[in-house]
């Protein structure tokens, strides 16, 4: 069992930032990969980024690259998101998941295994 922590979320402006952050325990993290995707009620869950166990491999949804990043520590057993250049429809619930075969992440939300709670990110326009 693995348990998923997410943190950081919040209340910005338009065109701010913020670094959520995901820490992961039960396994060996740099064993792991994670992922992170959003969700707004009434719509499906949808991707954002991936890192793969060693940060090696990457991978940034369409909608956000330009704007967001993700990185890990692996000595912190921390993956961040930052998230600059904040939109209003970049508000949503983001969730930590985690993919336990660690290679290349997918954006799908069916190859992963364990999910945190979620953190609330909320954009005013």
């Known amino acids: 069992q693995v348990q998923v922590v997410e943190s950081g979320g919040g209340l910005v402006q338009a065109g701010g930032s913020l670094r959520l952050s995901c820490t992961a325990s039960?396994?060996?993290?740099?064993?792991?990969?994670l992922g992170w995707f959003r969700q707004v009620p009434g719509k499906e869950r949808e991707f954002v980024a991936a890192?793969?166990?060693?940060?090696?491999?990457?991978r940034l949804a369409d909608l956000v690259k330009g704007r967001f990043t993700i990185s890990r520590d692996n000595a912190k057993n921390t993956v961040y998101l930052q998230m600059n250049g904040l939109k209003f429809e970049d508000t949503a619930v983001y969730y930590c998941?985690?993919?336990?075969?660690?290679?290349?992440?997918?954006?799908?939300?069916?190859?992963?295994?364990?999910w945190g709670q979620g953190t609330q990110v909320t954009v005013s326009s």
């Open positions: 890192i793969s166990w060693n940060g090696g491999y990457t």
């Open positions: 998941a985690v993919d336990t075969y660690g290679v290349e992440p997918t954006g799908d939300a069916a190859d992963y295994d364990y």
């Open positions: 039960g396994r060996t993290f740099n064993s792991l990969a």
